[in-house]
Nanobody, 121 residues
């Protein structure tokens, strides 16, 4: 069972990135998939989640209207489209799988390795 996060990079403020979370060893649509992020010197923060039964989505207030999570079950991949990026979005982003959406990282059983997102001019 493995999750592979990718798509991070350096982008200017106001720019966009799309992160991918690809699963192997299990069928992703059975799980809720969340994204967390951790900035230097800060605790890991829940960002968003897409549910496994109805694809309902949830977001932390600071990214609402800017980030969109979606899933492609045919490719066993979840995406995080990030628009209007801000310097405070700079962090390592992790995807994780859980039986249902939640904001606590202890609910998530499987984790990807993280991908760095840096927003800077």
């Amino acid at each position: 069972v493995q999750l592979q996060a990718s798509g991070g990079g350096l982008v200017q403020p106001g720019g966009s990135l799309r992160l991918s979370c690809a699963a192997s060893g299990f069928t992703m649509d059975y799980y809720a998939i969340g994204w967390f992020r951790q900035a230097p010197g800060k605790e890991r923060e829940w960002v968003t989640c897409i549910a496994n039964n109805d694809d309902r989505t949830y977001y932390v207030d600071s990214v609402k209207g800017r980030f969109t999570i979606s899933r492609d079950n045919a490719n066993n991949t979840v995406y995080l489209q990030m628009n209007s990026l801000r310097p405070e979005d700079t962090a390592v982003y992790y995807c994780a799988a859980a039986l249902k959406c939640g904001t606590s990282d202890v609910m998530y059983d499987y984790w990807g390795q993280g991908t760095q997102v840096t927003v800077s001019s």
